[in-house]
Nanobody
Framework: QVQVVESGGGSVQPGGSLRLSCAAS????????MGWYRQAPGKEQELLAR????????DYVDSVKGRFTISRGNAKNTVYLQMNSLKPEDTAVYYC??????????????WGQGTQVTVSS
């Protein structure tokens, strides 16, 4: 079993910044990719950013491109999301997603409990 824990959420004013952290731990595993998702009340979950195991390849949804930066830690079981120029519409619960590759080649995903980000005046 793999445990995924996010931290770093909070309340900020528009234009402010937050840095989210995510760490995966537990049984021995090999991480394929890690990513960040968010979900606002009454809305569908959306993928924000994803990063490869090496940290060399990243993808972003258009709405956060240029404002958010995803990165891997020195320990490759960690991932960060630096959020700058935050807008009220960024308010949501943010989730860390960890994709691992099983011995048979099947991919499996684990999710964190979520961390609240609130952007308001």
């Amino acid at each position: 079993q793999v445990q995924v824990v996010e931290s770093g959420g909070g309340s900020v004013q528009p234009g402010g910044s937050l840095r989210l952290s995510c760490a995966a731990s537990g049984s021995r595993f090999t991480i394929n990719t890690m990513g960040w998702y968010r979900q606002a009340p009454g809305k569908e979950q959306e993928l924000l950013a994803r990063i490869s195991s090496s940290g060399s390849s990243t993808d972003y949804v258009d709405s956060v491109k240029g404002r958010f930066t995803i990165s891997r830690g020195n320990a490759k079981n960690t991932v960060y999301l630096q959020m700058n120029s935050l807008k009220p519409e960024d308010t949501a619960v943010y989730y860390c997603n960890v994709q691992i590759e099983l011995s048979n080649g099947v991919l499996y995903e684990y999710w964190g409990q979520g961390t609240q980000v609130t952007v308001s005046s």
